[in-house]
Nanobody
C-alpha cells in the first residue's frame, strides 16, 4: 500500500485542520491505520489509530477530546480532524499502516507539516 498525507499548514492557536491520508495499491480496511507526529528534537509519537474493520480507535492522552481519527472506505482515505490546536501540536504528521495488526507499522507516507502559532 502507498500512503499520501495532506492537509497540513500554518494555523493559529485554537484553529482546526483536517489531515487526509489517501491510500493506493491497497485498501485501508485491511490495515490497522495510524497517525504519528514528530516535533523538532522529539521522538515520533503515535497520535491516533483506528482498526478500520470496526472503527475502534485509540487516541493519545495529549490529543484526547481534540483530535478524531476516522476513515472513509469508499474513498480509501483516513482522516485526522484536529480541533483546538495548540503550539505544542506543531510537528510533521505521518500516516502509517500496520499489515499484521501487531502495532508495528510497516508502511509510511510522507509527512505533512502542521505549524500552530501562538
Amino acid at each position: 500500500v502507498q500512503l499520501q498525507a495532506s492537509g497540513g499548514g500554518l494555523v493559529q492557536t485554537g484553529d482546526s485542520l483536517r489531515l487526509s491520508c489517501q491510500a493506493s495499491r491497497g485498501t485501508i480496511n485491511t490495515y490497522y491505520m495510524g497517525w504519528f507526529r514528530q516535533a523538532p528534537g522529539k521522538e515520533r509519537e503515535l497520535v491516533a489509530s483506528i482498526l478500520v474493520s470496526d472503527s475502534s480507535a485509540f487516541n493519545a492522552d495529549s490529543v484526547k477530546g481534540r483530535f478524531t481519527i476516522s476513515r472513509d472506505n469508499y474513498k480509501n482515505t483516513v482522516y485526522l480532524q484536529m480541533n483546538s490546536l495548540k503550539p505544542e501540536d506543531t510537528a510533521v504528521y505521518y500516516c502509517a499502516a500496520d499489515s499484521n495488526y501487531d502495532s508495528v507499522f510497516d508502511y509510511w507516507g510522507r509527512g505533512t507539516l502542521v505549524t500552530v502559532s501562538s
